[in-house]
């Protein structure tokens, strides 16, 4: 059974400062991951794709097999990346996601 | 830019009655799914769709709930018999195949009463 776990529920940091917001996953297969996010109010969006390599927002996460990991991060945090993300793992027949319980990030001004 | 839409935004309902939650997911799209989301809890994987059948279902999606694209627009989440338990966040999404990115409408919260 395919899993992932996001170990924070918040994560409060100030402007500027560094961000890293964990994911570890388990699946048997070649996992394709991804982070969406969802701003107050708005609906869940794709923030990034690991199959892609993009930075989005100044966002970046590296898939590491070796620790199940797909941790996203961000050097300097603005206050407009206050959200909720979530991490998730699709199956190899691309069917459905499963989702992390998700972390609140509130970046102080 | 084109979007995932559901009806209603929120839908109060009492235990044991049907209902019906609705979506127009994106045109082009040809996978349909649909989540939840219990308050204060997980997004999880209900079902999905594609070519006229579901494709996958999770234990949640037992047989008081069921899937129609009745026709080329709509897709919809019927729950047969609605418990208490079923309160939830419903999300909708769609892709252009099943490895590209799905695209969420903006959720109904059910209250089941």
């Known amino acids: 059974a395919q899993r992932v776990t996001q170990p924070e529920k918040l994560l409060s940091v100030f402007k500027g400062a560094p961000v890293e917001l964990k994911c570890n996953y388990s699946?048997?297969?070649?996992?394709?991951l991804f982070w969406y996010v969802q701003y107050s109010r708005q609906r869940l969006q794709l923030l990034l794709r690991h199959i892609s390599r993009e930075s989005i927002k100044g966002f970046t996460a590296d898939l590491n097999k070796g620790e199940t990991s797909f941790h996203l991060k961000k050097p300097f945090a603005q206050e407009e990346d206050s959200a909720m993300y979530y991490c998730?793992?699709?199956?190899?027949?691309?069917?459905?996601?499963?989702f992390g319980g998700g972390t609140r990030l509130m970046v102080k001004p | 830019e084109p979007e995932v839409t559901q009806t209603p935004s929120h839908q109060v309902t009492q235990m044991g009655q049907e209902v019906i939650l609705r979506c127009v997911p994106i045109?082009?799209?040809?996978?349909f799914y649909w989540y939840r989301q219990i308050l204060g809890q997980k997004v999880e994987f209900l079902v999905s769709f594609y070519n006229n059948e579901i494709s996958e279902k999770s234990e949640i999606f037992d047989d008081q709930f069921s899937v129609e694209r009745p026709d080329g627009s709509n897709f919809t989440l019927k729950i047969r018999s609605t418990k208490l338990e079923d309160s939830a966040m419903y999300f909708c999404a769609s892709s252009r195949q099943g490895y590209y990115e799905q695209y969420f409408g903006p959720g109904t919260r059910l209250t089941v009463t």
């Open positions: 998730a793992l699709s199956d190899n027949a691309g069917n459905m996601l499963t």
């Open positions: 045109s082009n799209h040809l996978y």
């Open positions: 699946y048997s297969g070649s996992p394709e």
